[in-house]
């Protein structure tokens, strides 16, 4: 693992690290803050999954995160989107919601992609190992939130490792991939056309098959562009309420998908993620 | 007055707009933070200015200012740091330190920077009559800030106009600029080699010539790159002791010249200013 940056922020250090992945063979940048705490501590370790089209730098730099992850003591992981580099297969047509910067969290089973586009088992497996053994992680104490395409890999990871995690949460996710735009491209293109192998990367449909976890938070702008063609979080509350899952759903008014809707509400997620940490 | 964007962020709205500026004879973009406030007030103002190489969206995006605005009721505005456009002459060999991105809040008096480096004009007396116009601004409570070679504006602005700004802050400053490599490119390329013009362009030298504010607060990273080199804030301690102006130097250890050492410790500036507006 190779340090590509550390800065001093809010009493903790703010990381950007790369590694050779051996889940999707490509080199992988991720950002990790370590808030101040005791020599020998073991923290807890907060998921953040980005959206289509971003970095780990998008939520590292304009998550507002760092404060609060520094008074509640919370180590805060975000990933890459999707593999990148020589040889990794983009869009055919270098559209911005499949390929780089779109991995979806799964492992593609189809040509070309199923070679490098692991990122299930990369977020997963890979990259938990590499946090557990080079950051103060109490890797028993975890959590996952996510944004848009990585609220859907939040709550889809979150929901098939129940024992893992302890808090899943979201800002404006894709809840019901297979019933949007965004998600029948991704999963025909990753998974292929036979629908029920979408299912198990698809909230709303997992809960359907029985997932459960106890509680869910999302929170959603009532005024993001993508509300009702992408998200449709009323998908999510129809099966939450029809599982016995207890979802609060927070929609605020005037609020879009933009980090600017993100950062607002980051301190209250993390809030509610520490108290179940 | 054109509106790039809006987004609802923190209660408020965070804005960017773009304006013909009759004093630089170029468009000029700059973005102001409007906390949530009852109808008809009217609010402090915090003027951010912002270093080398930045725009408004630095800050706006990174520093982490909206949440102790929301809660303290202050409009943030952040302007650009130099002209741009078609027609603005940069740096000879395209430097990072003259130029483009680098306007040092001068009016330039050498050609070919004269006619449209003119940022002292725009920030002193243009943008505040845009402000006091279109946002819901009280421009009898004003204070201000800047980082770096903004922290040298907000020094040599607040020092010359000490009826106009209550608060007066900066983070990792130039306080000297006659006296280090970044202030002497900038001083002699806009305002010619003659030193008696750079003193009203100088913190230090304001002070030593007569100007008067009650306190100062400086906030600068122990581990800041540029510290020895370029900032040096032992002499404004200097020149603050020989003149009895009150200043709060904090010497941060392990923090660094980025926005990841300026958010943290932006809340506790704004506490400061909002104290005194």
């Not at 735009?181 to 192998?197: F, M, S, T, V």
């Given at each position: 693992m190779e340090t590509i940056s550390t800065n001093r922020s809010h009493d903790g250090i703010q990381g950007v690290y790369r590694h050779a992945s051996a889940a999707t063979g490509t080199d992988m940048?991720?950002?990790?803050?370590?808030?101040?705490?005791?020599?020998?501590?073991?923290?807890?370790?907060?998921?953040?999954?980005?959206?289509?089209?971003?970095?780990?730098?998008?939520?590292?730099e304009k998550g507002e995160f760092r404060s609060a992850c520094a008074e509640l003591g919370l180590i805060f992981v975000a990933p890459d989107t999707s593999p990148r580099g020589e040889g990794v297969p983009d869009d055919p047509e270098g559209a911005y919601d499949f390929g780089l910067g779109a991995g979806f969290y799964v492992d593609a089973t189809q040509e070309p992609f199923s070679r490098h586009y692991?990122?299930?088992?990369?977020?997963?497996?890979?990259l938990p190992g590499i946090i557990g053994e080079s950051f103060p992680a109490d890797m028993t104490r975890q959590s996952i939130m996510?944004?848009?395409?990585?609220?859907?890999?939040?709550?889809?990871?979150?929901?098939?490792?129940?024992?893992?995690?302890?808090?899943?949460?979201?800002?404006?996710?894709?809840v019901a991939?297979?019933?949007v735009?965004?998600?029948?491209?991704?999963?025909?293109?990753?998974?292929?056309?036979?629908?029920?192998?979408?299912?198990r990367h698809d909230a709303v449909a997992l809960i359907e098959d029985g997932a459960r976890v106890p509680e869910l938070l999302v929170d959603q702008g009532a005024a993001d562009q993508f509300l009702d063609g992408q998200l449709q979080p009323h998908r999510l509350r129809d099966a939450c309420d029809a599982a016995g899952i207890g979802l609060t759903l927070g929609?605020?008014?005037?609020?879009?998908?933009?980090?600017?809707?993100?950062?607002?509400?980051?301190?209250?997620?993390?809030?509610?993620h520490a108290a179940r940490l």
């Open positions: 940048t991720f950002s990790v803050y370590v808030p101040p705490h005791a020599e020998g501590a073991r923290l807890p370790v907060v998921w953040y999954l980005s959206g289509l089209t971003c970095t780990h730098a998008n939520v590292t692991r990122m299930w088992s990369y977020v997963t497996d890979e996510g944004h848009s395409m990585g609220g859907h890999g939040a709550l889809t990871i979150g929901l098939t490792l129940p024992d893992r995690f302890r808090a899943v949460s979201a800002f404006s996710p894709i991939p297979g019933a735009p965004w998600g029948q491209k991704a999963l025909a293109g990753y998974l292929g056309e036979d629908k029920a192998a979408w299912r929609l605020h008014e005037g609020y879009d998908h933009s980090y600017y809707f993100i950062s607002t509400f980051m301190e209250t997620q993390l809030r509610w």
